[in-house]
């Protein structure tokens, strides 16, 4: 057993400590300790989230922005505070680039309807990659349907790494927009997406960001990064579900579109003609889930407050923990092995569908994910349909892995 995993208290990192934080983990599943590997699926949520959301709905719940009683101020100010809370933590240069959402899909979704209202025509080409997720592609190719555009895709190496030289091959006048995933959900791969954004920039092409699988793992500056758009879902950062971010730069979201109308985007309204609310609430038709939002505003204050770095060293462990301890499984096939990776373990076990291996951990408790986890382009790839997939979190430990591990062998066992 090496020093890092005797010791649950790495740094100024106490996993146990952490994991107390997280009531949903202390359970038992046929009665096995749950063991918690479905963290790209989703994340669990940290006490301060369900307390402040009870909280809010036994004391304080009134809409937003529209009333002039104390309940609606009251509510109307943590909403605006949460906003600013997410500024701060993508290191936005405006709270009003910030845009809530229901999650990383709606957040594309709007951007693929109001840029491409704005910008995209006829022979317009539109830049993806091999890994994306569904949500970074379907939104892509139903906006080229609408305006007869083109998809243009970056291929990965094995490794599952992006080919960059390919990627500017790519690039033309035609380019309206690269769309590229931070962090695959399926490899673990961490893209450079500052390199990725710069390529397209000396060419006047704006970048989107999907971050749904970043954010939780890496500390996200917007700015120095540079991208126009950057986007994730607030129930993979541990924070409640229905929630989510769109952050543009305020130059694009003033001249894009919005693409939902309705109560609270509006400036004026006429049976003939209407004009739009200034920034962010053009953007956010409707009643927010602000509720939602506040709470995922009080969990990056808990993130900020344990440290992002500190995440980032500890989760770095388990990946190499992980990926030395899986390796030397006889038999197992690990797909995404990029120098620069998140702690995801995607695998086939000698030639035992994913989903029997899937349905074997469960019953000794340990939960992952099987299929393709919505990159069925990656898994063509590899020529396989899809595979088992442990996502970690940083209340993970390194004792987990050795469970998994040993499960694994255990299934094999059954199997031969
Ligand atoms: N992009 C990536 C990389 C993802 O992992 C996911 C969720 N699996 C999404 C987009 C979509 O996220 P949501 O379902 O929260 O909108």
């Not at 710069?198 to 991208?227: K, T, Y």
């Amino acid at each position: 057993m090496s020093e890092t995993k005797k010791s649950h208290k790495i740094l100024d990192f106490d996993v146990i400590k952490i994991r107390n934080d997280f009531p949903v983990l202390n359970q038992k599943i046929y009665g096995k300790p749950l063991i918690y590997f479905d963290n790209a699926a989703t994340t669990q949520k940290p006490r301060v989230v369900i307390d402040v959301i009870n909280k809010l709905l036994s004391e304080h719940n009134s809409n937003v922005h529209r009333g002039v009683h104390y309940l609606s101020d009251q509510m109307t100010e943590m909403y605006e505070s949460a906003r600013k809370k997410v500024q701060n933590f993508l290191n936005a240069k405006h709270a009003h680039e910030i845009i809530f959402t229901k999650g990383v899909t709606d957040s594309i979704n709007a951007v693929a309807f109001s840029f491409g209202e704005l910008l995209v025509k006829e022979n317009d080409e539109i830049i993806i990659s091999e890994m994306e997720h569904h949500s970074n592609i379907v939104p892509w190719q139903m906006l080229c349907k609408r305006k007869g555009a083109g998809l243009r895709v970056i291929p990965f190496n094995d490794r599952g790494e992006l080919l960059l030289d390919e990627y500017k091959k790519l690039i033309n006048s035609k380019t309206k927009l690269v769309a590229i995933v931070h962090a695959s959900n399926s490899l673990g791969t961490v893209n450079p997406v500052k390199k990725i954004v710069a390529i397209a920039h000396e060419n006047n092409i704006p970048v989107l960001i999907d971050g749904a699988q970043a954010i939780q793992h890496e500390s996200v500056n917007v700015q120095d990064m540079d991208c126009d758009f950057y986007a994730f879902s607030g129930h993979k950062i541990y924070g409640p579900t229905g929630t989510g971010i769109l952050y543009g730069k305020e130059r694009w979201l003033r001249e894009m579109p919005p693409y939902q109308g309705g109560g609270d985007m509006i400036e004026q309204v006429t049976f003939e003609h209407t004009t739009y609310d200034d920034l962010p609430a053009k953007f956010e038709a409707g009643t927010p889930n602000y509720i939602g939002a506040i709470g995922l505003g009080v969990v990056l204050d808990y993130l900020t407050n344990i440290g992002l770095d500190n995440i980032k060293n500890y989760e770095k462990k388990l990946l190499n923990y992980g990926m030395a301890k899986l390796t030397v499984i006889n038999g197992l096939k690990l797909y995404g092995t990029a120098r620069n990776k998140t702690c995801i373990f995607s695998f086939l076990l000698d030639d035992i569908h994913s989903y029997d291996v899937g349905m074997f951990l469960d019953r000794m408790g340990i939960a992952v994910r099987t299929g393709h986890f919505c990159t069925q382009p990656l898994w063509d790839h590899y020529k396989v349909e899809g595979a088992v997939r442990a996502s970690l979190a940083f209340y993970n430990t390194f004792e987990e892995i050795d469970s998994l591990c040993e499960a694994l062998k255990e299934i094999q066992k059954m199997f031969s």
